[in-house]
């Protein structure tokens, strides 16, 4: 296999930023969200733009991946991978029979349905006090030193040690998703998005593969979701609501939704100014709002489809 | 169970699902019409209300009833103008992203010009009395706001039915591009009907800081119910969206008489029911905006 030379560069920028973020007056734990929320604005891009459907309910699984990663080690067994994987579970779960409900529907009509569907969670979480803390959040678990056998890593204390596990598992999933896009079923998805008519006389079953991308797509979402809760030791009902949707898909679009890497610049880009904006100005989420509709209006093809236009121009 | 909580749970829900219904009609026509899925109009609905709670003590209530909803409207027409119109014909993720940017613009600024406490918005002192002490929860108020609602939706409805410019908009609904090679001035059309929109939304605004009181989140609290109004009437039909906001309001008011911490759930169960057995929505037509 050839050396893909963005794939380098962005996994060099990856591995050495503990060392570079300091500089620029970054820190570790920064690093470590826009890691997380790339990961959960590329799991959503997996279905915004590589398979043109408009989810504009994502948070819901996000959350859900972060609450049943906090159940897991609250209530099951002081395991870090155990708490992904229960976190992975509910949000795939859930997301599988959603998406089962929805997967008919199309367009506007499929975007309000998960936002209004992603909403259900919320007040459950919200309402439901004595399991989840309700609007306080779930608290009381802390991550746990990951058991290699022959060493232990403790990303428990150790913020450099946390921010390249979140690596690794960042690496695995968006290797799994790049796999994904490569393979024949990616490529299914690219032609569903392109001409969905024409891919349906070919004989392709579109429903199922929307509800696999769907299903897919909620499962490196909930695990964001997981490692976010990990991150803070804490889950929130904030998480699930649609404004954090609505996060997640500014994200995707801010970089560049057609472009596979883009959702992470965006991310990058979003969480950077979210965090020196909300330390500036108590009115930031105006600054938010105002950031929304300057890349609704002038970049809609995002960072990256801009540069990319302006070198061809 | 005593009937008394039942009547009075019942009635709240129909006095909430009557908010529901104005801001779904407006949201509705808006989505039928241009395909934008308005985020910003709970944002408009606390304009509205603030507006009235500026204007009252200047120009009365009675005149602010109209007067607050109309200037919402314009404030609409200017943001249809200047931004929403540049998306039409986009992708629908545009114009939503936009109006979603909008409402957190919108619910920020009102909370700095007005404050993020509440502030009490007092209807007249005479309209506030309950009409009997059985049913301490019937206020004048309260029916003075449901036949307001009444004559709101009657207006559209007969607007829509009977002028030339209600049924160039159905006309539109159904297919805007005839409608646009017949002549028919499209883009005027497509502003006419956001302000039509929009002014509902100011309206609920008013009426809903008469019953409570302002906040500026107010809005957005009633955004979500009414997407679901919507959905469960069936996306493209106004009847629909009007049986759809009062049938979600009565339902989350009585299961609030047993169950008090799944009201908010509930409406969420009664769409997924729906969805699951008929999924164009109660009175959807089947192959319209799906």
């Not at chain 1, 819901?60 to 994987?85: D, E």
């Not at chain 1, 976010?228 to 889950?235: C, P």
């Not at chain 2, 979500?224 to 109004?229: E, G, H, R, T, Y």
């Amino acid at each position: 296999m050839k050396l893909r030379p963005d794939i380098v560069g962005i996994s060099l920028i990856l591995v050495l930023a503990p060392f570079w973020l300091p500089l620029v007056h970054g820190y570790e734990a920064l690093g470590t969200r826009v890691l997380v929320l790339g990961l959960a604005a590329m799991s959503l891009n997996f279905l915004l733009g590589f398979t043109g459907v408009l989810s504009f309910g994502h948070a819901a699984y996000f959350g859900l991946g972060a609450y049943g990663c906090g159940f897991a080690l609250k209530y099951l067994a002081p395991s870090t991978p155990l708490a992904i994987l229960c976190g992975m579970l509910l949000g795939t779960i859930a997301g599988a029979l959603l998406g089962a409900l929805i997967v008919r529907r199309r367009g506007v009509y499929f975007a309000m349905v998960t936002i209004a569907f992603g909403q259900v969670f919320y007040f459950i979480a919200f309402r439901w006090n004595t399991l989840t803390g309700g609007d306080d959040g779930l608290r009381g678990f802390s991550r746990q030193p990951i058991d290699l056998g022959f060493t232990t890593i403790n990303i428990a204390d150790n913020l450099t040690a946390l921010y390249y596990f979140v690596l690794v598992c960042f690496a695995i999933a968006v290797g799994l998703m790049g796999l994904l896009l490569r393979s024949p079923f990616g490529r299914t998805l690219l032609a569903i998005r392109e001409n969905e008519r024409r891919a349906r006389f070919l004989g392709l079953p579109i429903e199922q593969h929307i509800w696999l991308s769907f299903v897919i797509s909620c499962a490196f979402m909930s695990m964001a979701g997981a490692l976010y809760a990990l991150l803070n030791n804490f889950a929130d009902p904030k998480g699930l609501h649609y404004t954090q949707s609505g996060d997640f898909v500014i994200m995707a679009v801010l970089g560049g939704m057609r472009s596979f890497w883009g959702p992470l610049l965006g991310a990058a880009v979003f969480v950077v100014l979210q965090d020196s904006l909300s330390s500036m100005t108590t009115n930031w989420q105006s600054w938010i709002g105002v950031m929304f509709v300057i890349v609704v209006l002038f970049f809609p093809r995002g960072l990256l489809g801009f540069l990319r236009r302006k070198s061809q121009a | 169970m005593d009937t008394q909580l039942i009547l009075f749970n019942g009635f709240n829900g129909l006095i909430v699902g009557a908010f529901y219904v104005l801001m779904a009609l407006g949201l509705s026509l808006i989505l039928n019409l241009s395909g934008v899925i308005n985020f910003a109009h709970g944002g408009f609905l606390a304009v509205g209300g603030y507006l009235a709670y500026t204007l009252t003590p200047y120009i009365g209530f009675w005149p602010s009833l109209l007067v607050a909803p109309t200037l919402t409207a314009i404030l609409g027409v200017v943001i249809e103008r200047t931004m929403v119109r540049r998306l039409y014909g986009r992708d629908p993720l545009y114009s939503l992203l936009l109006t979603f940017g909008l409402a957190f613009i919108f619910e920020d600024m009102t909370r700095a010009i007005w404050g993020a406490q509440g502030v009490p918005f007092a209807p007249p002192e005479y309209l506030s009395q309950p009409i009997s002490l059985d049913l301490f929860f019937v206020t004048y108020y309260r029916l003075f706001m449901m036949a307001v609602v009444f004559i709101a939706v009657l207006a559209l409805f007969m607007f829509l039915r009977y002028t030339r410019i209600g049924v160039r908009i159905r006309a539109g609904t159904l297919d805007l591009e005839t409608v646009s090679a017949l002549g028919v001035n499209v883009r005027a059309l497509r502003t006419l009907n956001f302000a039509v929109g929009i002014f509902l939304a100011g309206l609920a605004g008013v009426l809903a800081g008469g019953n409570l009181s302002l906040e500026p989140t107010m809005g957005a609290n009633v955004l979500m119910p009414s997407f679901v109004a919507i959905i469960v009437g069936g996306v493209g039909s106004l009847p629909g969206t009007l049986v759809g906001g009062l049938l979600i309001g009565v339902a989350a008011g009585l299961t609030s008489v047993w169950f008090p911490s799944a009201s908010e759930a509930v409406i969420y169960v009664i769409m997924a029911v729906v969805l699951l057995v008929r999924p164009r929505g109660l009175m959807g037509e089947e192959g319209v905006m799906t």
